[in-house]
């Protein structure tokens, strides 16, 4: 038997999955990635290893990137294998 | 054509804007969680950097059940919520214990060791970043010798790493493993193979720190993969009796192809002092390690 308790009925403290807990975190970034889509081979490499989550590759359009979260670490620049991704100074 | 699960499944778990620094490893490892896994796990973290990194109520970074618990207690609070689940008939959900070097090698062995020897049903994944991180880079027992930390300034740690593997090994549990965050896609076929197992499941995940090891944020997939490639951290899996060797240090038994450790040492603030004599000693470490595994293939 399993006990369904509705979260309407009852104010509990849990906290809910939100986008952007730590604020905007595309304010913390130094170095912008620029991607060059047409060197790209589409591996995902970059995706998989994004660590805010902000690279979507998609094999017709290319990468793309959520600058308003992306944190400039340049990890996606340093795991492509052909260099497709190049960081630049932040203006 | 279907699509691979790894890039697919692992782009709703883990939201953008969490309170990660730059460059950690911690949200990756969650990604490929949440490629085999979905929404449908219940982490448990003890106070370790990961609890940062979910954020503060009322928000959460990951979409998925958290449970925060106190230092000492994820096993055995792991331990409780996977037999509830058991007694509910609730099998679809992974229960999984996540926590760093200091809550499992040092503050929570006891409940580790308690929750294996009952051979309760869930995977525990100690992430390694070798130092308390969280509270400002103190020496773990995980910490390696001759790695720089607040509480080890001059000489640095002179103490041999504790390897929590072969503890876990020597407790008889039905699976052991070692990943790297250099090498996702290995982790990601021994997470599809402890989630087909019942009983206790340990994985030992190798992740560096780039704020704690002084190294660029970039670096981080580099660094882990200098590890594997140098042979300091060897990634098998251990079942039925003995250990499998994972692909990547397949090759690494002939140490001719191992690369010298120099390599790794060099790209890394925290072994900045570490001398010709301490360099030796750490390759020598290398040797044994290597002399333990092929023992017990």
Not at chain 1, 79 to 84: D, L, N, S
Not at chain 2, 65 to 80: E, K, Q
Not at chain 2, 249 to 275: A, C, I, T
Request: charged share 20%; hydrophobic share 40%; glycine share 8%.
């Amino acid at each position: 038997m399993r006990v369904v308790v509705e979260p309407s009925r009852y104010k509990i403290p849990l906290a809910r999955p939100s986008i952007g807990v730590a604020g905007k975190t595309g304010s913390w970034r130094l170095e912008r990635p620029i991607v060059d889509n047409n060197a790209c081979t589409r591996c995902f490499l970059c995706e998989i290893h994004c660590p805010v989550n902000v690279i979507r590759v998609e094999p017709e359009t290319g990468v793309s990137i959520n600058y308003d979260y992306c944190k400039g670490c340049g990890l996606c620049a340093d795991v492509c294998p052909v260099g497709a991704i190049k960081m630049v100074p932040e203006e | 054509m279907s699509k691979p699960a790894l890039p697919y499944k692992a782009r709703d778990v883990v939201l953008p804007g969490d309170a990660a620094c730059p460059g950690c490893p911690i949200p990756i490892a969650w990604k490929v969680l949440s490629a085999v896994f979905g929404d449908k796990m219940i982490l448990v973290i003890p106070a370790s950097c990961s609890s940062v990194v979910v954020g503060m109520y009322p928000g959460n970074s990951l979409k998925a059940s958290v449970i925060h618990v106190p230092f000492a207690s994820a096993a055995a609070v792991a331990s409780g919520v996977a037999e509830a689940l058991e007694k509910r008939g609730v099998s679809d959900v992974q229960v999984i214990a996540w926590a760093g070097d200091g809550g499992t090698a040092d503050i929570g062995m006891a409940s580790l060791s308690g929750a294996a020897e009952r051979n309760h049903n869930f995977i525990y994944i100690m992430y390694d970043n070798e130092a308390y991180m969280n509270t400002g880079i103190q020496r773990s027992s995980s910490t390696p010798r001759g790695a720089w930390t607040t509480t080890t300034p001059i000489l640095g740690k002179g103490e041999e790493k504790k390897d929590v593997a072969r503890i876990m090994i020597a407790h008889g549990v039905p699976y052991v493993a070692t990943a790297s965050i250099g090498y996702v896609h290995d982790f990601y076929s021994k997470l599809v193979r402890a989630s087909k197992i019942k009983g206790f499941k340990f994985i030992s995940l190798h992740a560096p720190c780039p704020v704690g090891w002084r190294f660029d944020p970039r670096y981080t997939v580099r660094v882990a993969r200098l590890a594997v490639e140098t042979g300091l951290w060897i990634l098998y899996e251990y079942y039925d009796g003995r250990i499998h060797l994972s692909g990547p240090s397949r090759p690494l038994l002939d140490p001719s192809k191992r690369k010298p450790v120099e390599e790794y040492l060099k790209l890394q603030g925290r072994f900045k002092n570490v001398d010709e004599k301490m360099v030796k000693s750490i390759q020598e470490y290398v040797e044994n390690n290597w002399e333990w595994v092929k023992r017990h293939m």
